[in-house]
Nanobody, 123 residues
Framework: QVQLVESGGGLVQAGGSLRVSCAASGRTFNTVTLAWFRQPPGKEREFVASISSTGAYTTYADSVKGRFTISRDNAKNTVSLQMDSLKPEDTAVYYC????????????????WGQGTQVTVSS
């Protein structure tokens, strides 16, 4: 079991930066893949980035490559998403998720989810 709680959302102007974080608890934290998904208004939830259990491997959606960076600190049981050069199209509710196996890019591959945090980028 893994419990996830996001924080750090807010309002930022286009071109700015924001960091969202996720605090995790559970006995298997160090062995799970962690990911960020987002759901823009009126759209389906979409993959953003993922990081393997050790942090050795990361995967990014094409839309955020070069702008977003996912990282984890297993000692502190946290995963973060640093978002730079933000665009209005990045506006969404951002969710962190965890799965015990694999680097899935589909939401169906993740068993545990946080409550989400709102990120709004103004033009």
């Amino acid at each position: 079991q893994v419990q996830l709680v996001e924080s750090g959302g807010g309002l930022v102007q286009a071109g700015g930066s924001l960091r969202v974080s996720c605090a995790a608890s559970g006995r298997t934290f160090n062995t799970v893949t962690l990911a960020w998904f987002r759901q823009p208004p009126g759209k389906e939830r979409e993959f953003v980035a993922s990081i393997s259990s050790t942090g050795a491997y990361t995967t990014y959606a094409d839309s955020v490559k070069g702008r977003f960076t996912i990282s984890r600190d297993n000692a502190k049981n946290t995963v973060s998403l640093q978002m730079d050069s933000l665009k209005p199209e990045d506006t969404a509710v951002y969710y962190c998720a965890a799965t015990p196996t694999g680097l899935f890019t589909s939401s169906r591959g993740y068993a545990y989810w946080g409550q989400g945090t709102q990120v709004t980028v103004s033009s």
